[in-house]
């Protein structure tokens, strides 16, 4: 099962960072950050359907056609663990050598857009408080670590479960049902 869930694993997660690294690169500049976002949480999704063959896979090959609620949750929460663990070492590596300055036209990004909506006064002070904050925040490394896990580990968690919840299979529909 572990050879399975590594196998998977680096698929999704070289699907995810693969993709990652050429949105990151066509929308380096503060204007894509919004259209980057949607293609990253789809790519997100892309890649963990490796969660759904990845547990078809094992239950219909490996684990003669049955699988608990449980152990399928528990391959997919691997599966996404390893392919986030991927995309955050691929993410450290972006930032460090290619996009240092992200989070400064992130926190420009962010407090244009708030201007763009109306935002202005105590509200606006507010914003660049926070924008200011989280760029602090990010210089740590440990930070940007949990910051990018949280990116995208809720995604696979949330695949895991409707994955789960539709393969699982306490008997094999080719066998009969004893009495």
Known sequence: ???????????????????M???VG???????????MWVGYASMLIAFSMIYVGIRNYRDKYNGGTISFGKAFKIGLFIALIAS??????????YQFFFPDFMEKYADHEI???KANGVSGAELAQKIKEMDEAKEM????FLRILMTYAEILPVGLVVSLICALILKRKQN???PAMA
């Open 1 to 19: 099962m572990k050879k399975h869930i590594l196998i998977y694993g680096l698929i999704s997660g070289l699907i995810v960072s693969a993709i």
């Open 21 to 23: 690294a050429v949105i």
């Open 26 to 36: 066509m929308y380096s500049d503060s204007s894509g950050f919004e259209g980057a």
């Open 85 to 94: 663990t991927f995309y955050v070492i691929v993410w450290m590596i972006e």
């Open 112 to 114: 244009n857009r708030a």
């Open 138 to 141: 990010y210089k740590n490394p």
């Open 173 to 175: 529909p080719r066998q």
